[in-house]
């Protein structure tokens, strides 16, 4: 069916795939992964780390050098913050390190999918669309940097920036290989729906389908655990980094009748947790997909008289539960819909305690 799609509208129609690789180059370019997959040379990579980590430490040092011996209620915000962004430069570094093979086996196992399902395809209009989408949200948070680069000094400024952008990278490559993931979920039970609705007689021919779908639901779980080995660590640094910009942001505001970098401050806020929420967003889809799934298995085991063909469906169910594909925090929580009620209440929590300590 999506070789039909491919050969009527033709040039307009590319592999989704494409997309993500693109994403994936723009990384390497800046240290996030290998930049030759097949061989896994990440000498470059390392050197980018290296320098990003000490230029984050100075920053931390710069930071809480400037303030001298005064001491105002945000301080221990601000060393927070400096800190976090030290940990999260650490995380990069230990992120390539551990992950460097992994790549090849992640955009392999995608093959191995389409193999078995047939490739999935993205009009060039929608690629169009969703890289003006992410241009611009990283021209928003890109504009803060530039419109404070006056109360930062340089090297603290280009070190926030370089952080954010690779965490920008990060959100990027996590919610666009979620999309995949979601349209493969969904491409299965398709599959699935048209191999029963199709009566096959020939018990072979139908386990052979089955066994297709085992195949690229194993592959879409393997895909799913990469992705979690990979940045479990960043995604919960980057709902942390929500969690500080808000109270950071709250303390300032209290502290300085400055609009000015109030509203840039709010800008730079409304982009984070824009990420946070897509993240939040793209592991609801898949959550949904793999459930979706699985009670189409269901339904179809109601549906269908046939003993054996029954039975076949039941393992599958089984087989489906037992390897239903979930974004996690770390490993702490599922990441779905649900983070965003908690982030908040967490934040206003935490916000509450603040404005009452300030009064």
């Known amino acids: 069916y999506s070789d039909m799609i491919v050969k009527k509208i033709g040039k ?3 592999e989704d795939t494409l997309f993500l690789q693109c994403i994936f180059r723009i990384g390497s370019i800046f240290a996030l992964f290998p930049w030759n997959v097949k061989t896994c040379e990440v000498f470059i990579q390392h050197t980018l780390m290296i320098i990003l980590n000490i230029a984050t430490i100075t ?4 930071s809480i050098e400037k303030d001298g011996d005064s001491i105002y209620s945000g301080q221990i915000l601000v060393f927070v913050h400096s800190a976090f962004h030290l940990t999260l430069s650490i995380s990069y570094f230990v992120t390539l390190v551990l992950n460097k093979n992994r790549w090849k086996r992640f955009f392999i196992t995608f093959s191995r999918i389409d193999k078995n399902l047939g490739k999935c395809y993205i009009s060039r209009k929608t690629i169009a669309l969703k890289s003006m989408s992410w ?3 990283l021209a928003l948070g890109l504009s803060v940097f530039i ?7 340089k090297l603290v400024f280009v070190t926030y920036m370089m952080l954010f952008i690779e965490l920008f990278i990060i959100t990027m490559f996590i919610f666009e290989a979620s999309e995949m993931v979601n349209n493969r979920l969904i491409k299965c039970q398709k599959y699935l729906d048209l191999t029963c609705k199709n009566r096959i007689n020939v018990k072979e021919d139908f386990i052979k389908n089955i066994k297709r779908i085992e195949s690229a639901h194993r592959d879409i779980f393997l895909i799913i655990e990469i992705l979690n080995s990979a940045f479990g660590v960043q995604i919960l640094l980057l709902f942390v980094y929500d969690f500080l910009e808000t109270l950071a ?4 505001a209290l502290d300085n009748n400055a609009s000015f970098t109030i509203k840039w401050d709010a800008l730079y806020l409304f982009v984070i947790c824009a990420m946070s929420i897509s993240l939040a967003i793209a592991g609801d889809k898949i959550e949904k997909a793999g459930y979706n799934l699985i009670n189409k298995c269901h339904i179809l085991e109601v549906e269908v008289e046939n003993t054996t063909t029954k039975e076949i469906l039941q393992d599958l169910s089984s087989f489906l539960e037992d390897l239903r594909p979930t974004l996690t925090v770390a490993g702490f929580i599922d990441l779905n819909r649900t983070v965003i009620p908690l982030l908040l209440s967490t934040v206003t929590s935490y916000a509450i305690i603040l404005i009452q300590l300030k009064l």
């Open 147 to 153: 419109s404070l680069l006056q109360f930062f000094s």
């Open 12 to 14: 307009h129609m590319l």
């Open 249 to 252: 942001d709250i303390n300032y």
């Open 59 to 62: 920053s931390v040092y710069v």
């Open 135 to 137: 241009i611009f949200l």
